[in-house]
């Protein structure tokens, strides 16, 4: 007989597939970023309050999203707890939405709607898009989704089996925390530990996902060997010390060249197209699957 945690992820994820994400006035995570908004904009402006302030802003709602969580693991079984949990877990991860999001730009491209496609792209990257080819709307699309399988999926399904629900809310809350001000420009200093936080959180995550990206790619009719040989090439390409390993494995695996204009190029196949995100998504997804098959295989009980 599975035991209760793994059916709590399966039932989070079955209401994920099937329905995606709740309203935005019920989703937990727009209340973290409430939260992370509200202690912004009381940050000081001068750079080493800033960067000190900057751990508060991360710290504070990540400390009470785990105690949050960790004292819902704690109460005893009842219908109103299962569904409460069920819930927050839904919140921590947006695997339908990410998937659905590439498709949208997909059947945009293959359409020639290149000017939609562009607008579509805006949900998956915080890049500027109106000057990108057809070819670098589909390249942005991929370098999302393999990058977000480790973010939107991979990352909170381990923190939970490991630490619980209390652990699953506290990395999305760092996740989000990092997407809000962890990067250069106005928040270089104030958004430092939230970046670093990040960093530490996604190390183990990112490098599971390429492990990911290579075990699947067999079962989509994708290349193993060049998803592992690109991924071990190529991942220190990027900025990040994270987002390198899942995106430049997909990268190997499809044979393509997933390239963000002046910031790196992983691969040296082909200039990705529409086809490419389908594929891209089959891949992604045969990778959560795995995933979550060998993780939640490692409960206590779940071989019964």
Not at 141 to 151: K, V
């Given at each position: 007989m599975i035991s209760s945690?793994?059916?709590?992820?399966?039932?989070?994820?079955?209401?994920?597939?099937?329905?995606?994400?709740?309203?935005?006035?019920l989703h937990p995570v727009?209340?973290?970023?409430?939260?992370?908004?509200?202690?912004?904009?009381?940050?000081?402006?001068?750079?080493?309050?800033?960067?000190?302030?900057g751990a508060l802003v991360v710290?504070?709602?990540?400390?009470?999203?785990?105690?949050?969580?960790?004292?819902?693991?704690g109460q005893r079984w009842s219908p109103v707890r299962t569904a409460l949990?069920?819930?927050?877990?839904?919140?921590?991860?947006?695997?339908?939405?990410?998937?659905?999001?590439?498709?949208?730009v997909e059947r945009a491209l293959a359409a020639d709607a290149v000017d939609l496609a562009r607008d579509e792209l805006r949900s998956l990257v915080s890049r500027p898009t109106e000057e990108l080819a057809a070819h670098q709307i589909?390249?942005?699309?991929?370098?999302?989704?393999?990058?977000?399988?480790?973010?939107?999926?991979?990352?909170?399904?381990?923190?939970?089996?490991?630490?619980?629900?209390g652990a699953a809310i506290a990395y999305r809350v760092v996740n989000t925390a990092d997407a809000m001000i962890g990067y250069r420009g106005r928040y270089e200093h104030l958004g430092k530990a939230a970046a670093r936080a990040d960093d530490a959180a996604n190390y183990v995550p990112s490098r599971l996902s390429a492990l990911a990206v290579v075990t699947a790619a067999p079962f989509v009719c994708a290349d193993a060997h060049?998803?592992?040989?690109?991924?071990?090439?190529?991942?220190?390409?990027?900025?990040?010390?994270?987002?390198?390993?899942?995106?430049?494995?997909?990268a190997g695996a499809l044979g393509l060249r997933l390239e963000k204009p002046r910031h790196y190029a992983l691969g040296d196949g082909a200039a990705p197209s529409a086809r490419d995100i389908r594929r891209a998504r089959r891949l992604v997804m045969a990778a959560a699957v795995l995933v979550t098959a060998a993780v939640l295989a490692t409960y206590p009980g779940a071989r019964r």
């Amino acid at each position: 007989m599975i035991s209760s945690a793994p059916m709590l992820w399966l039932s989070a994820l079955a209401i994920d597939l099937a329905f995606g994400e709740p309203p935005r006035a019920l989703h937990p995570v727009v209340l973290m970023g409430w939260a992370i908004g509200t202690l912004e904009r009381a940050a000081p402006r001068d750079d080493r309050p800033a960067r000190a302030f900057g751990a508060l802003v991360v710290g504070l709602p990540t400390i009470g999203a785990y105690v949050i969580g960790t004292f819902l693991d704690g109460q005893r079984w009842s219908p109103v707890r299962t569904a409460l949990s069920v819930f927050i877990l839904k919140s921590t991860f947006a695997l339908r939405e990410l998937v659905g999001a590439a498709a949208r730009v997909e059947r945009a491209l293959a359409a020639d709607a290149v000017d939609l496609a562009r607008d579509e792209l805006r949900s998956l990257v915080s890049r500027p898009t109106e000057e990108l080819a057809a070819h670098q709307i589909a390249s942005a699309a991929i370098e999302s989704l393999a990058e977000n399988l480790a973010d939107s999926y991979i990352g909170p399904l381990l923190f939970y089996r490991f630490g619980g629900i209390g652990a699953a809310i506290a990395y999305r809350v760092v996740n989000t925390a990092d997407a809000m001000i962890g990067y250069r420009g106005r928040y270089e200093h104030l958004g430092k530990a939230a970046a670093r936080a990040d960093d530490a959180a996604n190390y183990v995550p990112s490098r599971l996902s390429a492990l990911a990206v290579v075990t699947a790619a067999p079962f989509v009719c994708a290349d193993a060997h060049g998803a592992w040989q690109v991924a071990r090439n190529d991942h220190g390409r990027t900025a990040s010390p994270n987002a390198g390993w899942p995106m430049a494995a997909a990268a190997g695996a499809l044979g393509l060249r997933l390239e963000k204009p002046r910031h790196y190029a992983l691969g040296d196949g082909a200039a990705p197209s529409a086809r490419d995100i389908r594929r891209a998504r089959r891949l992604v997804m045969a990778a959560a699957v795995l995933v979550t098959a060998a993780v939640l295989a490692t409960y206590p009980g779940a071989r019964r």
